[in-house]
């Protein structure tokens, strides 16, 4: 059984900083790539940064340089750093697994989310 659960979100204001786990049990944490995505009230989900077996990551262009995703093998946590946060961040963001880039149809297993809300 593969779960994948989000802790972490919250409100920041502007230029604040967040960071958001994902703790994985079962299969999910031996897939090829993990990561966050995130869906804003009356948009598309988006892929946001996304880290594979091989250490490569990849990230959205909307926050190259603000956020950093990496892991704890020995936690089975996945994490998303997020710095210098900005009022169009707000969404929710999912944790996900077993998939391959930033697009939200690749992904097989998916969190239920957590609120991540930044205030101007």
């Known amino acids: 059984q593969v779960r994948l659960v989000e802790s972490g979100g919250g409100s920041a204001q502007a230029g604040g900083s967040l960071r958001l786990s994902c703790a994985a049990s079962?299969?999910?944490?031996?897939?090829?790539?993990m990561g966050w995505f995130r869906q804003a009230p009356g948009k598309e989900r988006e892929g946001v940064a996304v880290i594979c077996s091989d250490d490569s990551t990849t990230y959205a262009d909307s926050v190259k340089g603000r956020f950093t995703i990496s892991t704890d093998n020995a936690k089975n946590t996945l994490y998303l750093q997020m710095n210098s946060l900005k009022p169009e961040d707000t969404a929710t963001y999912y944790c996900?697994?077993?998939?391959?880039?930033?697009?939200?149809?690749?992904?097989?297993?998916w969190g239920q989310g957590t609120q991540v809300t930044v205030s101007s």
């Open positions: 996900v697994a077993d998939g391959r880039g930033l697009e939200p149809n690749e992904y097989n297993y």
């Open positions: 079962g299969s999910a944490y031996s897939s090829y790539c």
